[in-house]
């Protein structure tokens, strides 16, 4: 609001209901004709580096009157008061947006505007909009200048609590300690309503007729913001980066997982949570609980989705590896005793029959642990892991059920097969020797048996079991310097 008063008689200046001041600017047009003489140019750049003339322009400013509506926003009893305690009432805080009024009057401009701040008596801090005009009939001395100054605290209140929220809730997106990304899936909302308009129901058999129609909709997002935590999780160096290479974060398996996702949404669940796969930009594996949220107000095209993925890939390692270690020997890397019970119930149940076994076990064991002790024992248990690793194959089975005991289950294999599996591990075994030349030889004790349609699996263990035990008695007969104990 530019304000000009010409009342003579002052009551139209007492009657506006906005707090009015009367000024004598001519102090300060004194201060910029001295400083334009000077040479000086560029104001902004001069009160930058001299900030004591802006409290000189300020204290050349005179207050000629205020009317009652200026009094009582200040809470001052009369101009008197309010003129003895303008060090109160206008303080340094002030002066920085005073500065953008001196600019304008410098550039030439009679009405000018700005939004500072004041205090009232009290020492209550109010945010106010000056508005000011240099009288039409002062305008070359400047003598006469009215302010009108509006309260503006519960605006700029609100404006700064909105600031506030604004970057609390900008914080809590970059600062969050799980990836955050702003996604628009509004084209994906246009194809899925153009699915359902053309009569597509069953959308499930859909994709798994047209799997290019999932290709097609992961090209549709579009990624509107990341978190720091995000570039942190993919081994970004920033946000451009990891866009331009988007393809490389999500593919492969991740096809499967948004194929998934797309039938969530044909659903109606647009808030739901997954485990998915993801990429690093190094190219290792991301397992990742995906939560997905449309945002409020934007269910009519999902123009802003929210997505937060939680790192699990340690824990799946964990889970992983226990089960590993709930199916595995660790001394050998072969399957243990308890998953190779469990395969004997299955293939007896499920075949595929014939079912050929081989019971072996190492001969001198006990030799090796009593003279060279349990170290050299276990490193030949190892040699064996990695014999067996190099002969079977899946579905075929290889497995320690004891100290030094060891079986190969050969589903749907007849007894040549088993010949040549014996082939292999006799060649393999005498290569590992030969590379272990400095160490025990292995010599194994070997049994077989075929387990026929009908026929219980634990008849043709116990054959095998026999087998083997003559063998190695056959062994000790023609080998005297091992102990039989072994």
Excluded at 125 to 135: A, E, H, M, W, Y
Aim: charged content about 30%; aromatic content about 8%.
């Amino acid at each position: 609001m530019v304000v000009s008063l010409s009342d003579p008689d002052d009551s139209l200046f007492e009657r506006m209901p906005v707090a009015l001041w009367e000024e004598d600017f001519s102090a300060l047009k004194a201060l910029f004709d001295g400083w334009r003489a000077v040479g000086v140019q560029d104001l902004k750049l001069h009160l930058q580096t001299n900030p004591d003339d802006v409290r000189r322009c300020a204290h050349s400013i005179k207050i000629k009157r205020v009317n009652q509506r200026a009094l009582d926003m200040l809470g001052a009893a009369s101009e008197e008061e309010l003129k003895a305690h303008l060090s109160v009432i206008i303080r340094d805080d002030a002066l920085l947006p005073y500065t953008r009024e001196l600019l304008q009057i410098w550039d030439g401009q009679t009405n000018f505007t700005t939004t500072t701040m004041n205090y009232r008596l009290d020492g209550t801090r109010i945010d106010i909009r000056v508005n000011g005009s240099i009288q039409p009939d002062e305008q070359d001395s400047w003598s006469r200048v009215i302010v009108a100054i509006e309260d503006v605290s519960a605006q700029e209140d609100a404006r700064r609590a909105l600031l506030a929220s604004e970057a609390e809730a900008r914080a809590l997106f970059n600062d969050s300690p799980v990836s955050i990304w702003l996604e628009d899936f509004s084209l994906i909302k246009a194809r899925l309503d153009e699915l359902r308009g053309r009569g597509i129901v069953d959308f499930r058999t859909f994709i798994d007729v047209h799997p290019d129609f999932v290709e097609m909709c992961m090209r549709d997002i579009h990624v509107l913001d990341v978190n720091q935590h995000t570039l942190a999780l993919f081994g970004a160096p920033d946000k451009a980066s990891l866009l331009k290479r988007i393809g490389e974060v999500f593919r492969d398996e991740m096809r499967g997982f948004f194929a998934g996702q797309l039938a969530a949404l044909w659903e109606g669940r647009l808030h739901h949570e997954r485990e998915v796969v993801n990429y690093r930009l190094d190219g290792e594996l991301l397992n990742l609980i995906l939560q997905f949220s449309v945002m409020p107000g934007r269910e009519r095209d999902w123009s802003k989705v929210l997505i937060s993925l939680t790192d699990i890939t340690a824990r799946k390692k964990a889970e992983a590896y226990l089960e590993y270690l709930g199916k595995h020997d660790v001394l050998t890397g072969l399957y243990n005793r308890s998953y190779y019970m469990d395969e004997l119930n299955r293939l007896e149940r499920r075949g595929p029959f014939p079912v050929a076994v081989i019971l072996f076990d190492l001969n001198g064991m006990k030799l090796v642990n009593d003279e060279y002790g349990h170290g050299a024992g276990d490193a030949m248990l190892r040699r064996v892991g990695e014999i067996l690793e190099q002969v079977v194959e899946e579905p075929d089975c290889a497995a320690r059920i004891g100290g030094d005991e060891f079986v190969i289950l050969l589903p749907g294999k007849s007894s040549a097969d088993t010949k040549a599996v014996l082939s292999d591990l006799a060649r393999v075994t005498a290569l590992n020797n030969q590379f272990h030349s400095h160490a025990t030889p292995i010599v194994f004790s070997v049994g077989t048996a075929t387990c026929t349609v009908g026929e219980k699996m634990e008849t043709a263990i116990q054959r095998a079991d026999l087998a083997m035990y003559e063998n190695k008695r056959a062994f000790y007969l023609t080998s005297p310097d091992f102990d039989r104990r072994s």
